[in-house]
């Protein structure tokens, strides 16, 4: 069982999901996930997020089909 899971939602964040990413899996605690959630964003944050989950398995990309805002999300 995983120790910690961050949800992290994203719309029009490219700019700075990235840095969100790589700040969350380079904490010192590697019994971690993060659930990155696309929340049908018109940039390109779905596929920053999918980048992410192919190259590390701590990593779920979950795309919803319509913006459902922040908290659904």
């Known amino acids: 069982m995983t120790l910690i899971s961050f949800v992290v939602p994203a719309f029009r964040v490219q700019g700075y999901l990235r840095e969100c990413l790589d700040s969350v899996l380079g904490q010192p605690v ?5 659930i990155a959630v696309d929340d049908c964003s018109p940039d390109a944050s779905g596929e920053i997020i999918d980048e992410y989950a192919a190259r590390d398995q701590r ?3 979950v795309r919803l089909s319509e913006n459902v805002g922040l908290g659904p999300a």
């Open 30 to 34: 590697t019994d971690l996930e993060v």
């Open 59 to 61: 990593v779920r990309s």
